[in-house]
């Protein structure tokens, strides 16, 4: 009996539990809701260089120990989650957020939120915006993970964003995938018929 016992808990120390609302955004690109420890074994096969925290809360004693016992780097963008129609998502974090997502130095990189829902869904719609996704496809992903609890102040910020705004902040280097699924990515230098400097990225 005690050794049926010990078999069962050794099989349940190699289930990987992934977090809720886990999913693949592109190759090396993960969302999903707030990691609990459970999770941690899970995330260790992503070999993830970096997070990207979407919440004002300070980021978990337990879930930052595991980042520096995995050098993983934290980046935090502290968006309030109000439910309110006249709160608005902060494009200027949103921006700010973009930057460190596209830049593939981050890759592999995990997006998260408390429940991987609305302020992840907004910056995944964003991101697929500057992919040149179609509005009714980028909005489908968001109710996808959103479920009921959709909102419309959401949505309406998603469709208004402008992503011509990050590319001129990027001085025109966008991400671009070459193929769906595709392994093989690089920064492409385009023209917005701007006349701006080259510069280095640091």
Known sequence: MGCIILEEQAADDDVLVPPTN????????????LPQPVNFRFLQTLNLRSIIYLCPKPYPEENLKFLQSNN???????????????????????????????DVRNHPVLIHCKRGKH?????????????????????EEYQRFAGVKSRIT????????EVICLRQCLYSIIYRYHGY??????????????????????
Do not use: H, N
């Open 119 to 139: 302020r992840t869904g907004c910056l995944v719609g964003c991101l697929r915006k500057l992919q040149s996704w179609c509005l009714s496809s980028v909005l």
């Open 22 to 33: 886990f999913s693949m955004v592109e190759d090396g690109i993960f969302r999903s809701g």
């Open 181 to 202: 699924g595709s392994k093989k990515r690089r920064l492409l230098y385009r023209e917005e018929k701007l006349q701006k400097p080259q510069i280095t990225l640091v």
């Open 154 to 161: 959401d949505m309406r910020f998603i469709e208004t964003f």
């Open 72 to 102: 993983i780097r934290l980046f935090q963008f502290g968006i309030e989650g109000k439910t309110e129609s006249s709160v608005s998502i902060p494009r200027d974090t949103i921006m700010d957020a973009l930057r460190i997502l596209i």
